[in-house]
């Protein structure tokens, strides 16, 4: 049972990177390109 949580964890754990990962180049992007910025303001 403990082993099964540690592995949903882990996953959680890379998944989450993974999003994070996503809104920073989301981000990034819309910093860099200003039409973006706008549109994801909106």
Known sequence: MQ???VK???GHQA???LFLDY???RV???LTEPKL???WLA
Do not use: I, N, R, Y
Request: hydrophobic share 50%; charged share 20%.
């Open 23 to 25: 809104e920073v180049e």
């Open 37 to 39: 910025l706008v549109k």
């Open 15 to 17: 998944h989450l990177q």
């Open 8 to 10: 949903t964890d882990a």
């Open 3 to 5: 082993g099964s949580v």
């Open 28 to 30: 990034w992007a819309a």
